[in-house]
């Protein structure tokens, strides 16, 4: 009896409550205490006058402020800045030192901004007022086949060689009738057609395609070779529509101090005429294996090189373009330049390169030096993130000075970077390469990367030439 009077009494005051609490009387939102936002800023001693002002855009998302370019004569160990920020904040200082070699054209440093016992950084750029080089990494655009996007054949450890040249995607997928083509237009509209390779008489080796490469318009194809006796076969395909060619067929027993087992890794270096060298490094470390190319299709004069035991089956030799020199790395192997006979002339600490970084290459696009690596990410025990890198070498007369003042800089970080991903591999399978898009008077006009790791995936970066929009 009592429990229901104070039910029925209990429900008649919340029906009173609700009926005069329905209104819009709540309490206006507060502004967060203590904010810490940058509004505005501005440098207000530059020039060579050093009194000109220079406003800064400000990117709230990335926490990065670009200035206009300053005249070169400008007093750049005593910049001052003026800022507006939130009501309370302080900027940590007013006057930054942005001294820069007379080599370097831009420096990025640091600015806090405080209230209270909270604070926000926020990167600020100063550049020179120079011609600009380069591409302009803030306009990348991303074509990704890894993480949620991977390409379906990337599973299994199936797709251990691919290529790139501007044009179309090479997919050596070593499973039965899959190698094929994918065209880059095609990639960057989200469609995915294969152009399918004519197998006919494509046979031979411990798998008949493993590796495979792009020049000038050509696709090129290698068996795994497991054994000594286990065929060496290169095949070569006019256009992706036509008839394979063997034009390599062999016996590694047959050549002196050659290793046990080739294939695992192709690097074709080849010039517009189809002259160059292809190279084969073995399984166990013991050699690298060069043959001759001639006019595309004649392969010839087998040649034992030195390996070393830390380069392992993930390894590249790469030329750089217009030159004699190359580039050799491996997977504990950091990169090196050498000569056509593998001779090394000078190579980087392994300190002063990410991990595990092979596919090595260098180029030259709108007047600017870059390499360009992929690391592996290779055993169960590797701490290494599968990632293509881009560094700019620029600094130097030549490769191998600019090579040398990489590896004596403060730091060596990338100045792009794509990460891959995926889980760690026991089978070798990355590749690299690059492709300049040049306008009618031969300027450099786009710069296109690509990387492929066995089990992650590819990707191509298309980068436009840096240009003053100042």
């Known amino acids: 009896m009592y429990k229901l009077k104070y039910v029925t009494l209990?429900?008649?005051i919340l029906s009173c409550c609700g009926m005069t609490s329905c209104g819009d009387n709540y309490p206006e939102a507060q502004d967060a205490p203590y904010a810490t936002d940058l509004l505005s800023i501005k440098i207000v001693n530059g020039g060579s006058s050093q009194n000109e002002t220079?406003?800064?855009?400000?990117?709230e998302e990335n926490k990065m402020v670009n200035f206009p370019r300053m005249d070169t004569t400008s007093n750049f160990s005593a910049l001052k800045i003026e800022?507006?920020?939130?009501?309370g904040a302080t900027v940590q200082k007013t006057v930054y030192d942005f001294s820069m070699d007379p080599e370097d054209t831009y420096k990025t440093l640091v600015l806090r901004v405080s209230n209270h016992t909270r604070y926000k950084d926020y990167f600020i750029k100063v550049r020179k007022l120079v011609e600009l080089y380069?591409?302009?990494?803030e306009k990348v655009k991303v074509s990704s086949f890894t993480g949620d996007t991977r390409y379906q054949y990337y599973n299994k450890e199936l797709v251990r060689g691919a290529d790139f040249d501007g044009t179309h995607v090479l997919i050596v997928a070593r499973n039965a009738t899959t190698p094929h083509l994918l065209k880059v237009s095609d990639l960057q509209a989200s469609k995915q057609i294969p152009i399918q390779l004519d197998l006919t008489g494509v046979s031979g080796g411990t798998f008949p395609y493993n590796m495979g490469a792009l020049a000038n318009g050509h696709v090129y194809l290698a068996t795994l070779s497991g054994g000594k006796t286990s065929p060496l076969k290169i095949y070569y395909w006019d256009t992706p529509t036509s008839k394979p060619?063997?034009?390599?067929?062999?016996?590694?027993?047959?050549?002196?101090?050659?290793?046990?087992?080739?294939?695992?890794?192709?690097?074709?270096?080849?010039?517009k005429d189809g002259n160059g060298y292809i190279f084969f490094g073995d399984n166990g470390s013991t050699e690298i294996l060069r043959f001759t190319v001639t006019g595309h299709k004649t392969i010839g004069n087998p040649t034992i090189l030195p390996s070393n035991s830390d380069m392992t089956a993930n390894m590249s030799m790469y030329r750089i373009e217009n030159t004699s020199q190359y580039l050799l790395s491996g997977l504990r192997f950091p990169v090196a330049l050498?000569?056509?006979?593998g001779g090394v002339k000078f190579q980087l600490n392994k300190d002063h390169i990410a991990a595990e970084s092979i596919g090595a290459r260098i180029f030259t696009f709108?007047?600017?030096?870059?390499?360009?690596?992929?690391?592996?990410?290779?055993?169960?025990?590797?701490?290494?993130?599968?990632?293509?890198?881009?560094?700019?070498?620029?600094?130097?007369?030549?490769?191998?000075?600019?090579?040398?003042?990489?590896?004596?800089?403060?730091?060596?970080?990338?100045?792009?970077?794509?990460?891959?991903?995926?889980?760690?591999?026991?089978?070798?399978?990355?590749?690299?390469?690059?492709?300049?898009?040049?306008?009618?008077?031969?300027?450099?006009?786009?710069?296109?990367?690509?990387?492929?790791?066995?089990?992650?995936?590819?990707?191509?970066?298309?980068?436009?030439?840096?240009?003053?929009?100042?």
């Open 54 to 59: 220079f406003v800064g855009k400000i990117d």
């Open 245 to 271: 060619e063997v034009i390599a067929d062999i016996n590694i027993a047959d050549i002196p101090g050659a290793g046990a087992r080739h294939g695992d890794n192709m690097s074709l270096n080849i010039d």
């Open 134 to 137: 380069g591409a302009d990494f």
């Open 10 to 12: 209990a429900a008649v």
């Open 366 to 470: 709108n007047k600017a030096r870059y390499l360009l690596t992929c690391t592996v990410g290779f055993g169960s025990k590797t701490t290494t993130t599968p990632t293509m890198n881009l560094y700019d070498i620029t600094k130097g007369n030549t490769v191998q000075e600019a090579l040398e003042k990489m590896d004596a800089a403060k730091d060596q970080k990338p100045v792009y970077s794509f990460i891959l991903g995926g889980t760690f591999t026991g089978a070798p399978g990355v590749n690299t390469n690059y492709f300049i898009e040049r306008d009618a008077d031969g300027n450099d006009v786009k710069l296109y990367l690509f990387a492929s790791r066995v089990n992650s995936g590819f990707v191509i970066c298309e980068l436009p030439a840096a240009a003053d929009e100042d």
């Open 83 to 87: 800022a507006q920020v939130s009501a």
């Open 338 to 341: 050498t000569d056509e006979m």
